[in-house]
């Protein structure tokens, strides 16, 4: 009989330049550890997360997308997580609405400060990915090995 | 109406006051309407039609004709004009190219509603007050006007006009509808549910472009999905995924320009609601950020384009029950 | 199953010759067994593609009368080009043709004097054409060359221009460049230009291919002196998906480039819409 | 299509030892198009950097991916090291295999494959790269500073200390702000126009320096370094030139009845004035709306008396083109209107006056000549209430401000002991929410007020003010007794809100620099560039930003003088390649980039187009300003038709990044 | 001829089903689709549906071949399926017009065996109309409602269903089910009645005579295409409803791990239909919606022996988001044209 695998989930980290990207590189330098199912992709800034990207992550295969950025008040641009907030509030408000599972995406604030604040969160969204099990609502087939 | 609206075109043509009036013109059959650009007071006066089946909003039609030489005068309807003034903010269309008449609407039938009720073989429709008398190869059946609204049109959100030259009719006021009941309908369903609902709908999805090319907030130069450079242009949906990816695409680049003029569900011919995601949209907005009707004044910044310093989180979507 | 035409074979880049800063050509040959991939008429063309890059037609600028191999002379200007430009020896290319009518070498041609006017990447549908008629040389009467370029570097196939053509008995090849340059001898000024003041006879059957302005002026210099729409042949280029006549995309008229051209005779055009 | 090195840095045992980086370098030299990969112990090293140039010349490589620490760290130095190779410097990517994969993992295999994926996205980045260049654009060495109050004075003062030419735009007749109307200054009471007039005769005196008195700034264009400024010189009727400041004209002006707003309205002055003698530039001013010649064309006294012939009636308000590499915001402060209070009874009694009313009837240039006398009857007052947090502080719903004005307490203080001090018959009564005084000597201060000078402090807060019989019956609560209080007072003095400046509105619009929801002008870091707008080249001096006390606005003054000068200092900025561009084509022309950029940085064109039919269109179409894009991004995603994108985060470069770690 | 009662047309249904799938029409919210018959589902009572027959031999999208690229190597997988035989229930005599119009396309030489394939696997049941609607025109170009083509025709008349195979297969398809002999009289009376109707239909002569490639040019250029396609969309709806429509894409997607080249539906009613790197012959809606119009009515004619591509079953009338369809082109290019 054969052993199924235990479920690895693929996701996706965008991280803004100025906080929440030196915020991961904190916790790598504290050697806080978190799953290696999560992948850093280096953005300036949180507004620079086009709704395009996320709905591209999960095409290509990931099962969770999360958005990290500076605390609001605190954008090196002055105001681009504001804007970045109120566009993943209503995208992930839309995937819902679709009947996709909600906690598939999340948005956290992590300054650069927040090294173990990084770790932690990347935890707990394995955890939830994990639990939630593989996207199979947005995914493409063709896209599937 | 009718005449009167016919008469005005008649005169702003022969006036001058403009050099090409968009009306809508008869067809076939009582329902065919299509738009057309009148140069000519004949043609106005043996082919202008203004009756419940002047479904088409103009608004989009400006985009292109306000570019061309001389003025061109239009009939919008007060839905229209929230669309008019959405491209105009968005410097769309040439304002003073432009003159807008501004005409009275009680409604417009969907003539698929009437065929739902299976009459067949519509020949003519009479309007008498609240009925519609049918003529069809099988005889004459009559529906309550009411009953055959387009779906817009039954919860119509406003009857005021928010921009224009000249007004035919009384001024109306901005309605309380009930255009959100079915999106709370669909969000107090569970994400199972919610799920299977749109699978069904968009899967019937032959991505015509119809919503899209007919849609007026869609102006752009060239659309993302006929750029080969945006990384997700597609035609037809290969996969289901392409089948939502479109839709919500779609839906997000309207968010907060779109007027919920439901011209993407009247033409979509296999009627899938897609009114539906942008009115979820606009409920999000009013919601989460305070009312805002798109292209219901110059000034207001668009919801996307703007924040406030404590906007609620994305997580808010997580507290949101599903029942 | 059937052999399906959409389905291409398998192709490999044996030689990459660059012709100009922007041409180069491409020999190619099955990656199955080293053979040519398959027969040609000059002036049919082929789908050549790189998958999840592109695909697009080209003229098969080699002679039917080579065995061993296939070229495409390919100018770059869009994405699958510039690609193709970057590819380097043994590079796998998908191939699927032959397409098109090609030009009547078996047919009008027999046995006619053969004027070739072509103007800068114009030359490569005709090369395949004017090396099959050196090689049934007996076929055809005289041969007349007149091509052109903007510049001395933009003359595609220039050495085998002058190492062969030029040399051979019956051939006549006429270059012009657009502009002055140093190291240039011959005829400057441009292609139509040259063609009225080469003052051809009008018996001759006339081929061309270049760009649609130096197409314009040819055929009005042409008509001037006297050439019947019937001796005029040229090729038309047109956005092409199938290949085969099916989807659509290049049809002008009731005919189908892919499939009733890309060689029409000019009367022939002359009762299609123009479209092209 | 690229020619990619890949190059896998070990850091020593940083990386190696948890990450296969032989494996890494193996598996992704299969990747398409990477012709050369390596591994090595230091890549930062100098042999590592070596290594890297080599192979970027023998193997012509077109891009390069180092997979090493964080680009946080070491991006700067392999694209110092790809110049080196003639290889543009955007053509490098990092892989951060340490910090986001070697650190955090534990198991050999999982970061090696990990290692991998994040190697696989730095190449399929690399393959859309392009070669960026910095513009450069030369700095005018020239700074303008908006206001002249003691904010403008003091940066303006050290810019051209530091050789720089500097303008003043200040609106009224003279600089000197409103540290020029008050009396004394807190914790150390020392004369404020004793430390301020000396600053403006500097002013006045430093050739470096121009000011433009009486002036306003009409329009702002341009970017950091190439501002060009538009100032209105507002028509004074005198010619600045040849007035000699003699004071000839005013003492012979027939027109007496003219408010002095100088004294805040307390008394009158003439239509042709000088605010106050210390005036600088000391030059008199005409005021229209009350001069008789203007008005009707009968008068022409000031004309006759002056013996310079300065006087000009028919003075035009006159437009100056300057450019500037930097822009001073010292907009200031006003006391807010307090007309909605009616509860403290300030419009219908004159006893009832603001704090910087007082300051003027303390003051021995203001209207009593320094001594204490009630507006009303010109009495001493006996018993005199301050009344603190009027308008500040507020819940929202109130008319007033939210924020602390944060000066109040200190001012307060230093009025009601100056007051015991000079009339000790006087009863002071204090009413407070809180007292708040962090800073140095502060506290002590305020303890010598009470606990030295006697007075009267209540927490607690007035509910009414009425004028009873040329008293003032003021009603309050003792929050701490719990009592209600009746008092009877002379005199009621308001501690006002402060409020930025109603001209910083407008000048942020021009300017688009950002403000807060109370028009205070935003800056760029609230704790790192305090003194800097988010716009490049704007910065942000005095109360403009936020309320301050005196110390603090001259110490950011300076602080933003020298951040001035160190923009000015260069001879060229090096822009940013990283940032947007939009696509001309495919634009729209809609306005929704432009409305969420922070900086301005996108105008829009009118651009003939020409069109396939051979027509031409005619389209607006956004333009980015490089110099002035900081390539945040957002409004790329704001752009329905994709026409706008980030250089060097392109959407199909992110797009490939998530293809290769999803794949 | 064969019958059976309605009551037992689930019944046949499910024998069918149990060798052979069976799609048919199904009343659904939205209108008829055709679906894959399973217990419970119902022929509709719709005359046609939504989208055309077409999709079962020329499906919206369709994987062609997939390569796998490895370095400079590239591997062809032909990913072609031989399919199984299926049965199309119900089919209107327009949709059963429209595959001979396709195959004239797909199977002529070089044969799309992808086509050809599904084509050879099909056995159509076509359902005779006994209530057309106002937008029906089939008779205008030949095609008869009462007794439409297919390897079966079908005609439901009181209660009954009567059938008539017209070919082998559908001969074969028949001879196993649980048919009664007979029902001639009653196909004949059902055939004359919608006979009677189709004379009634308002869509009746149109002016279709001057349609033929001798005017091709005259009909190219004249000038009423501008008032024609002034308000036209641009979208593919009148494209992808139609029955005869057959203009497709190919692309390549790449999935990660290799490249899927697929070809799907697409329209010459878009702008970038005939795009090229530098240039588009058909730069203008006026163009493409020529283009559309003049293939249907013009071109295919020229080519195929005066057939037109239209089959008349009125999907593009009540489906057009601004009702500018066939028939009002017809009319108005058809009109008082002098023939040459």
């Known amino acids: 009989m054969q052993v199924e695998k235990n479920f690895e989930p693929t996701v996706v980290a965008f991280c803004c330049n100025w906080c929440s990207y030196a915020g991961a590189d904190l916790s790598g330098n504290n050697r806080i550890q978190y799953p290696a199912n999560v992948k850093i992709i280096r953005i300036p800034c949180s507004c620079r997360l086009n709704p395009m990207f996320i709905l591209r992550a999960f095409q290509r295969g990931a099962d969770g997308v999360i958005l990290c950025g500076c605390h609001p008040g605190d954008c090196h641009y002055t105001s681009g997580n504001y804007f970045a907030r109120r566009r993943m509030t209503l995208l992930f408000s839309m995937l819902s609405f679709l009947g996709i599972e909600k906690e598939r995406c999340r948005v956290e604030w992590v300054s650069a400060a927040e090294g173990a604040k990084f770790a932690a969160t990347m935890n707990d969204f394995v955890a939830t990915i994990t639990r939630l099990g593989e996207n199979k609502k947005l995914e493409d087939l063709r896209c599937k090995k | 109406m009718q005449e009167v609206i016919k008469q005005k075109a008649i005169e702003l043509l022969s006036s001058g006051k403009a050099d090409r009036v968009l009306g809508w013109k008869e067809g076939e059959f009582f329902y065919d309407i299509t738009p057309a650009v009148f140069t000519d007071v004949k043609e106005i006066e043996e082919k202008f039609v203004y009756n419940a089946f002047c479904g088409p909003n103009f608004s989009k039609y400006l985009v292109a004709e306000s570019r061309k030489d001389g003025k061109i005068a239009v009939f919008l309807k007060p839905c229209d004009t929230y669309s008019f003034q959405q491209l105009l903010k968005e410097h769309r269309i040439l304002r003073d190219k432009v003159y807008a008449v501004g005409i009275p609407c009680d409604g417009m039938v969907d003539i698929e509603k009437i065929r739902q009720k299976k009459i067949k073989g519509i020949t003519g429709v009479t309007e008498a007050g609240e009925v519609l008398q049918i003529d069809t190869i099988y005889g004459k059946k009559e529906v309550a006007k009411k009953d055959v609204l387009a779906e817009r049109c039954e919860n119509c959100k406003s009857k005021k006009h928010v921009v224009y030259d000249e007004l035919i009719g009384e001024e109306g006021d901005v309605l309380d509808s009930h255009r959100f009941d079915l999106v709370e309908k669909i969000e107090a369903m569970s994400e199972e549910e919610r799920f299977a609902f749109w699978q069904n709908e968009l899967s019937r999805c032959i991505r015509c472009n119809a919503c899209r090319n007919v849609c007026p907030a869609c102006t752009c130069e060239k659309c993302v999905f006929d750029n080969p450079a945006s990384g997700i242009d597609q035609k037809a949906a290969a996969d289901s995924f392409e089948e939502k990816m479109f839709h919500i695409i779609r839906a997000f680049h309207v968010a907060g320009r779109c007027t919920d003029c439901g011209e993407c569900s009247r033409v979509c011919p296999q009627n899938i609601p897609l009114h539906l995601l942008n009115r979820k949209f606009i409920k999000d907005i009013n919601e989460f950020y305070g009312e805002y009707q798109a292209g219901a004044d110059m000034e207001t910044r668009a919801p996307l384009t703007d924040y406030q310093t404590d906007d609620c989180e994305p997580s808010v979507i997580l507290t949101k029950g599903d029942q | 199953m059937q052999n399906e035409a959409l389905i291409p074979y398998l192709g490999v880049v044996t030689d990459i010759r660059v012709d100009t800063?922007?041409?180069?050509?491409?020999?190619?040959?099955?990656?199955?067994?080293?053979?040519?991939?398959?027969?040609?008429?000059?002036?049919?063309?082929?789908?050549?593609?790189?998958?999840?890059?592109?695909?697009?037609?080209f003229s098969i600028t080699s002679s039917p009368t080579n065995r061993e191999y296939m070229e495409f002379s390919i100018k770059k200007c869009g994405c699958l080009t510039s690609w193709l430009h970057q590819m380097e020896v043994g590079q796998y290319v998908t191939v699927r043709g032959p397409y098109g009518n090609g030009f009547p070498v078996e047919g009008a041609f027999k046995g006619k004097d053969l004027l070739f006017v072509a103007g800068g990447i114009g030359l490569a549908p005709l090369r395949s054409v004017i090396n099959y008629c050196r090689h049934y040389r007996e076929n055809y009467g005289t041969i007349d060359i007149v091509y052109g370029s903007r510049s001395m570097e933009d003359l595609v196939d220039y050495q085998e221009i002058l190492e062969e053509w030029s040399k051979e008995e019956g051939v006549n090849v006429h270059l012009t460049i657009d502009r002055e340059q140093p190291e240039w001898n011959g005829h400057v000024g441009f292609v139509p230009n040259f063609v009225t003041e080469l003052a051809f006879e009008p018996t001759k059957t006339a081929i061309l291919c270049g760009p649609p302005i130096m197409i314009k002026f040819t055929l009005a210099g042409l008509e001037q002196m006297g050439f019947p729409k019937s001796q005029i042949f040229t090729t038309l280029e047109f956005r092409m998906k199938c290949g085969i006549g099916k989807c659509g995309r290049c049809n002008i008229g009731n005919q189908y480039i892919c499939k009733d051209g890309p060689v029409f005779r000019l009367d022939q055009l002359a009762e299609l819409p123009d479209e092209y | 299509m690229q020619r990619i090195g890949v190059f896998v840095c070990w850091c020593g045992s940083n990386i190696a030892a948890t990450v296969d980086v032989k494996k890494v370098a193996e598996t992704l030299g299969k990747e398409p198009c990477v012709v050369y990969y390596e591994n090595y112990q230091y890549m930062c090293s100098e042999e590592g950097q070596n290594k890297i140039i080599n192979a970027i010349h023998e193997h012509k490589l077109s891009g390069i991916v180092i997979c090493s620490c964080s680009p946080r760290m070491h991006e700067a130095t392999f694209r110092r090291t790809a110049q080196k190779a003639g290889l543009n410097p955007y053509m490098v990517e990092i892989a951060n295999i340490r910090e986001q994969c070697s650190w955090i993992h534990k198991d050999m295999a999982t970061a090696t494959e990990k290692a991998i994926i994040l190697g696989r996205a730095a190449i399929a980045k690399v393959h859309l790269n392009t070669p960026l260049q910095a513009g450069e654009s030369p700095v005018v060495k020239r700074a303008l500073v908006i206001g002249g109050g003691i904010a403008g004075i003091q940066t303006a003062l050290d810019i051209a200390d530091a050789g720089f030419e500097v303008d003043i735009v200040e609106k009224k007749p003279t600089i000197g702000g409103k540290m020029s109307q008050i009396d004394k200054t807190f914790p150390t009471l020392d004369c404020s126009a004793c430390i301020l007039t000396p600053k403006m005769v500097d002013v006045a005196q430093n050739e470096k320096i121009h000011i433009y008195s009486y002036s306003e700034v009409a329009a702002v264009k341009g970017f950091v370094g190439n501002f060009d400024v538009t100032i209105k010189r507002k028509a004074r009727y005198v010619k600045e030139e040849l007035c000699t400041g003699c004071g000839a004209c005013t003492e012979k002006c027939p027109q007496k009845k003219v408010p002095n707003d100088f004294n805040l309205g307390l008394d009158n002055k003439h239509a042709i004035y000088i605010p106050f003698a210390q005036a600088v530039p000391k030059v008199a001013t005409i005021d229209p709306d009350y001069c008789m010649m203007l008005k009707t064309g009968k008068c022409g006294v000031c004309s006759k008396v002056c013996a310079a012939g300065a006087i000009d009636y028919?003075?035009?308000?006159?437009?100056?083109?300057?450019?500037?590499?930097?822009?001073?915001?010292?907009?200031?402060?006003?006391?807010?209107?307090?007309?909605?209070?009616?509860?403290?009874?300030?419009?219908?009694?004159?006893?009832?006056?603001?704090?910087?009313?007082?300051?003027?009837?303390?003051?021995?240039?203001?209207?009593?000549?320094?001594?204490?006398?009630?507006?009303?009857?010109?009495?001493?007052?006996?018993?005199?209430?301050?009344?603190?947090?009027?308008?500040?502080?507020?819940?929202?719903?109130?008319?007033?401000?939210?924020?602390?004005?944060?000066?109040?307490?200190?001012?307060?203080?230093?009025?009601?002991?100056?007051?015991?001090?000079?009339?000790?018959?006087?009863?002071?009564?204090?009413?407070?929410?809180?007292?708040?005084?962090?800073?140095?000597?502060?506290?002590?201060?305020?303890?010598?007020?009470?606990?030295?000078?006697?007075?009267?402090?209540?927490?607690?807060?007035?509910?009414?003010?009425?004028?009873?019989?040329?008293?003032?019956?003021?009603?309050?609560?003792?929050?701490?007794?719990?009592?209600?209080?009746?008092?009877?007072?002379?005199?009621?003095?308001?501690?006002?809100?402060?409020?930025?400046?109603?001209?910083?509105?407008?000048?942020?619009?021009?300017?688009?620099?950002?403000?807060?929801?109370?028009d205070f002008f935003t800056e760029a870091h609230p704790k790192l560039r305090p003194v800097e707008s988010a716009t490049a080249g704007i910065f942000l001096s005095g109360c403009c930003q936020g309320p301050k006390d005196i110390p603090e606005t001259v110490s950011q003054a300076s602080a933003c003088a020298a951040k001035v000068i160190g923009l000015l200092a260069k001879d060229k900025l090096l822009g940013n390649p990283c940032v947007a561009e939009s696509n001309e084509l495919m634009c729209n022309g809609c306005s929704s980039c432009e409305k969420v950029c922070p900086y301005g940085a996108i105008s829009y064109v009118d651009k003939e187009f020409k069109m396939p039919n051979r027509t031409i269109a005619v389209r607006r179409v956004a333009n980015v300003n490089p110099a002035v894009c900081q390539g945040c991004g957002a409004c790329t995603v704001a752009c329905p038709s994709g026409a706008m994108d980030l250089k060097g985060f392109s959407n199909s470069q992110i797009m490939a990044e998530v293809d290769a770690i999803c794949k | 001829m064969k019958k059976i009662s309605l009551e037992k047309l689930n019944a046949l249904f499910a024998e069918i089903a149990e060798t052979k799938a069976l799609y048919l029409p199904v009343d659904t919210e939205t209108g008829a689709q055709y679906q894959k018959w399973e217990e419970g589902k119902t022929l509709s009572s719709a005359l046609n549906t939504v989208r055309s027959a077409k999709d079962f031999f020329f499906p919206q999208t369709e994987s062609l071949v997939h390569f796998k690229v490895e370095g400079k190597k590239i591997e062809i997988m032909d990913v072609r399926d031989e399919g199984a035989p299926f049965v199309i229930f119900g089919v209107r005599g327009c949709d059963v017009k429209s595959f001979e119009l396709l195959d004239r396309v797909f199977l002529q030489d070089p044969v799309d065996t992808y086509y050809q394939n599904r084509r050879n696997n099909a056995i159509i049941v076509s359902l005779a109309c006994s209530e057309p609607e106002e937008t029906c025109f089939c008779h205008s170009f030949g095609i008869s409602a009462a007794d439409p083509a297919g390897d079966v025709t079908a005609w439901i008349k009181d209660g009954e269903i009567i059938f008539r195979a017209n070919t082998e297969k559908g001969e074969q398809l028949l001879a196993p089910l649980p048919l009664e002999e007979g029902g001639e009289a009653k196909a004949e009376e059902a055939r004359s009645e919608i006979e009677a109707i189709t004379k009634k239909l308002p869509l009746q002569n149109l002016p279709l005579e001057k349609f033929k490639a001798e005017n091709l040019m005259d009909f190219f250029n004249d000038p009423k295409w501008a008032s024609l396609s002034q308000s036209c969309l641009g979208c593919g709806t009148c494209t992808f409803v139609c029955p005869t429509c057959h203009c497709f894409d190919i692309r390549d997607f790449d999935t990660g791990h290799g490249v899927q080249r697929f070809r799907c539906w697409d329209s010459c009613m878009y702008r970038d239909?005939?795009?090229?790197?530098?240039?588009?012959?058909?730069?203008?809606?006026?163009?493409?919606?020529?283009?559309?119009?003049?293939?249907?009515?013009?071109?295919?004619?020229?080519?195929?022996?005066?057939?037109?591509?239209?089959?008349?079953?009125?999907?593009?009338?009540?489906?057009?988001?601004?009702?500018?369809?066939?028939?009002?082109v017809i009319k108005e290019l058809g009109g008082e044209r002098d023939a040459k």
Request: charged content about 20%.
């Open chain 5, 273 to 328: 239909f005939s795009q090229m790197a530098a240039a588009n012959p058909r730069l203008s809606q006026l163009e493409r919606f020529r283009q559309r119009f003049m293939h249907k009515l013009v071109y295919y004619p020229a080519n195929h022996e005066g057939r037109f591509l239209c089959v008349g079953c009125g999907r593009c009338l009540s489906r057009c988001p601004i009702s500018m369809d066939i028939v009002k």
């Open chain 4, 314 to 518: 028919k003075q035009q308000d006159e437009l100056v083109q300057q450019q500037y590499g930097a822009i001073v915001v010292a907009t200031g402060y006003n006391p807010i209107d307090l007309k909605n209070y009616d509860e403290f009874a300030y419009s219908q009694s004159p006893d009832v006056v603001t704090s910087l009313e007082f300051e003027r009837l303390t003051n021995a240039a203001g209207p009593t000549g320094g001594v204490l006398l009630r507006p009303s009857d010109r009495q001493h007052p006996h018993t005199i209430v301050f009344v603190q947090c009027v308008g500040s502080r507020e819940s929202g719903e109130g008319c007033g401000k939210t924020y602390c004005s944060k000066i109040c307490c200190m001012y307060t203080a230093k009025h009601a002991m100056l007051t015991r001090e000079k009339y000790p018959d006087t009863e002071v009564y204090v009413f407070y929410i809180d007292v708040r005084t962090p800073g140095k000597n502060f506290d002590e201060f305020y303890r010598r007020a009470v606990e030295e000078y006697g007075v009267h402090y209540i927490k607690g807060m007035v509910g009414k003010v009425s004028p009873e019989n040329g008293k003032l019956m003021v009603q309050a609560s003792d929050l701490l007794d719990n009592k209600q209080l009746k008092i009877e007072a002379d005199l009621v003095v308001l501690a006002a809100a402060i409020e930025p400046d109603p001209s910083a509105r407008p000048l942020a619009t021009m300017l688009t620099t950002q403000m807060d929801t109370n």
């Open chain 3, 21 to 57: 800063p922007d041409v180069k050509t491409f020999r190619v040959v099955s990656a199955a067994d080293g053979q040519k991939l398959f027969e040609h008429i000059p002036g049919q063309c082929a789908m050549v593609s790189i998958p999840g890059v592109g695909e697009a037609m």
